[in-house]
């Protein structure tokens, strides 16, 4: 199973842009990565995921590494509400394509 | 819309007793999905089902039952319950495998096994 190493937490004001990091170096060649976030008692939430190409959503963009080791998630202006904990997943981490996040990075948003 | 239901939200059990946790979708899924989550731990994938009448083990399944009678309905039972199962369950769906569709998750049933 592919591992990930995301940072423990990260800190941004508000309207500002926020690039959150996830490294995924034994990821294999068919795996999506996925993004997903998460509120305090609230269940996660999905955000974007891809392949190989970069991506975009309404709700943020996924920059995907050329080696597809490493993505960054990228908001481009944080609110208030984007506080959260997100997780990166590479979507072979279980059966079924089931998904293994590991302890995610938590966001803080300053006003 | 409704999407992915868990019942109950919370639940106290002594060890050795048993239980049932439901989870209900109404967007016409194949694939469901059930996961505890730990601190520290992260979330694990305790067993998942690709279809009715299907089941099969994910990476933690020891202590657990599930079934998968109905499309909509996706059940995970504790035969006898124990501390270690004491966590946050969250039961997921997805329309196709999840490396192509994104999984839609419920808000948990926070466990206690004393």
């Known amino acids: 199973d592919a591992k990930t190493t995301q940072p423990n937490s990260m800190e941004s004001n508000e309207e500002e842009p926020v690039h959150l990091p996830c490294n995924h170096s034994t990821i294999s060649g068919t795996d999506y990565i996925h993004w997903y976030r998460q509120l305090p008692s609230q269940g996660p939430e999905y955000v974007i995921h891809g392949l190989t190409s970069n991506v975009n959503n309404r709700m943020a963009s996924l920059a995907i590494a050329e080696d597809r080791k490493s993505s960054t998630l990228i908001l481009h202006r944080a609110t208030l509400r984007d506080a959260a904990v997100y997780y990166c997943?590479?979507?072979?981490?279980?059966?079924?394509?089931?998904?293994?996040f590991g302890k995610g990075t938590h966001l803080i948003i300053q006003p | 819309n409704a999407g992915v239901t868990q019942t109950p939200k919370f639940r106290v059990l002594k060890t050795g007793q048993s239980m049932t946790l439901l989870c209900a979708q109404d967007m016409n899924h194949e694939y469901m999905y059930w996961y505890r989550q730990d601190p520290g731990m992260g979330l694990r994938l305790i067993h998942y089902s690709v279809g009715e009448g299907t089941t099969a083990k994910g990476e933690v399944p020891d202590g657990y039952n599930v079934s998968r009678l109905k499309k909509q309905n996706f059940l995970l039972g504790l035969e006898s319950a124990a501390p270690s199962q004491t966590s946050v369950y969250f039961c997921?769906?997805?329309?196709?495998?999840?490396?192509?569709?994104?999984?839609?998750f419920g808000d948990g049933t926070r466990l206690s096994i004393l």
């Open positions: 997921a769906s997805s329309y196709t495998r999840s490396g192509l569709q994104p999984q839609h």
């Open positions: 997943s590479p979507s072979s981490g279980g059966g079924a394509d089931g998904l293994t």
